[in-house]
């Protein structure tokens, strides 16, 4: 998203009416965000893991 249009859909959320929800992204794209937010901590996890089993089959893990 451009800075322009960001700068736009931020003032347009600021000037909605009390009680209104208006979100800066559309679902698909926040869906997008979460999704990808979670494979990364997911593949984060197994690597580490990963890590840990090479050095414990070598006896470096306490």
Same mark, same amino acid.
């Given at each position: 998203m451009p800075l322009p249009a #960001?700068? #736009?859909? %931020?003032? +347009? +959320?600021? +000037?909605?009416?009390?009680?209104t929800t208006q979100w800066l992204l559309p679902r698909s794209l926040f869906n997008l965000v979460v999704v990808g937010s979670i494979a990364g %901590?997911? %593949? +984060?996890? #197994?690597?580490? %893991?990963t890590i840990w089993v090479i050095e414990w089959r070598g006896g470096k893990v306490w």
């Open positions: #960001l700068t #736009l859909s %931020l003032t +347009a +959320a600021a +000037a909605a009416a009390p009680g %901590l997911v %593949l +984060a996890t #197994l690597v580490i %893991l």
